[in-house]
């Protein structure tokens, strides 16, 4: 019989400070005061309509993430957390992160963010460069990213720090600068992305340029030897992690997991008792979701689909993809892609054993040539 995969949940909350140039994240700022309780009511609603979907599974961990999360009182974190835990479905060491924006964070809202149950805080420092925080259109100066990471710590050990490389006119020394403050704080989790400026946002229409690919390419490549020199193991694309820190919500989305998506403009990934996977994507529009119109559409994922979509996230790991492990999570036998692999194992972007596949260095460097095998 087809075993469901775990199942973790996804809640977005969609408000800004202010909107920064490179995001396109659905995100906004509003010019009225956030409806909070209200939208707390709406999300624990649209919670509870996708609970008839997913069989009966305990969750095993929760991201509220946005937009900026800590925006919102210590108040409406706590009742959307014990509206959640009031459906007994929460697995035990059940791993609960929320995103933070430096600016919005005091010590007292940590204290009562833990005493709600969250016990991973993940910050988005970027740069500790006041030079490029303002390039960037970030809110808050390197001094409150310093403070908020000096107080997360004093409640947390499960701390992870957002860092960006790749930003406009940043030299290479520059952007390990940041880095090696990071390390000097000793979080248990660095994530550590290059920024990509993407069609929808206003970097775009305004045409900032990033570094030459050359130097992207040294900052990835010296980057990753001081932290790997740091004790932070690769486990990702972009992850970087003391050994037991492992973003637990992160990884069941690399492993194609399930998740459910609450609120404006998130996704879920539902697998159903028959091995189909549900797409729900939920409404946008702030005023349509506080009217109870949640739902945008819901669709059966294609076989097609299916199978680019798992690859699209296992290849970001840094272990073999086991063929045992793309059976049960697709319910479709790996002879059906036997030609894709194939194409992929001539081109020098895996490596066949006998019960897995290992992305080769090659693989993981041009991972867009290799999934577009996959589409095929
Ligand atoms: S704080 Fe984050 S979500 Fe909000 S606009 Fe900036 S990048 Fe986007």
């Not at 909350?13 to 709406?42: M, Q, R």
């Not at 049960?328 to 036997?338: C, D, M, P």
Request: net charge positive; glycine share 6%.
């Amino acid at each position: 019989m087809f075993t469901l995969p775990p199942i973790s949940l996804y809640i977005h909350i969609p408000w800004c400070l202010k909107k920064c140039g490179y995001c396109d994240f659905y995100s906004y700022v509003s010019k009225e005061i956030i409806p909070e309780n209200k939208y707390i009511e709406h999300l624990l609603r649209d919670f509870e309509r996708d609970l008839s979907l997913i069989n009966n599974r305990n969750i095993n961990t929760i991201f509220i993430g946005g937009g900026t999360p800590s925006l919102l009182k210590n108040t409406s974190i706590k009742n959307l957390l014990n509206g959640i835990k009031k459906r007994k479905i929460i697995s035990k060491n059940i791993e609960i992160s929320i995103e933070a924006n430096p600016k919005t964070l005091e010590y007292q809202n940590f204290i009562q963010y833990k005493n709600s149950g969250i016990n991973r805080f993940s910050l988005g420092i970027q740069t500790f460069n006041s030079k490029m925080l303002k390039k960037i259109e970030r809110t808050y100066s390197s001094k409150d990213a310093m403070n908020a990471i000096i107080e997360s710590k004093k409640i947390s050990d499960n701390i992870n720090l957002d860092l960006m490389y790749g930003l406009p006119g940043q030299s290479l020394e520059e952007a390990l600068s940041d880095l090696q403050i990071a390390i000097q704080c000793n979080p248990s989790h660095i994530s550590w992305y290059q920024l990509t400026i993407e069609p929808n946002t206003v970097f775009y229409a305004k045409k900032i340029q990033t570094p030459h690919q050359d130097v992207v390419f040294n900052m990835l490549i010296e980057g990753d030897k001081l932290l790997k020199k740091a004790g932070y193991k690769k486990y990702e694309i972009s992850s970087y992690s003391k050994f037991n820190y492992q973003c637990q919500h992160n990884l069941n989305y690399w492993n194609f997991g399930d998740y459910i998506g609450i609120g404006c403009g998130s996704h879920g990934k539902i697998t159903q008792k028959n091995g189909e996977i549900i797409r729900t994507i939920k409404n946008k529009n702030i005023n349509d979701f506080l009217s109870g119109k949640y739902i945008n559409s819901v669709y059966q994922v294609s076989k097609r689909d299916k199978i680019f979509e798992y690859f699209m996230n296992v290849f970001r790991l840094y272990k073999p993809i086991f063929k045992k492990h793309f059976r049960e999570n697709t319910n479709i036998e790996e002879s059906f892609i036997e030609k894709n692999i194939q194409i992929a194992i001539q081109e020098g972007f895996l490596i066949n054993q006998s019960d897995c596949w290992h992305t080769t260095k090659k693989g993981k460097n041009f991972l867009n040539s290799l999934l577009e095998i996959f589409l095929k």
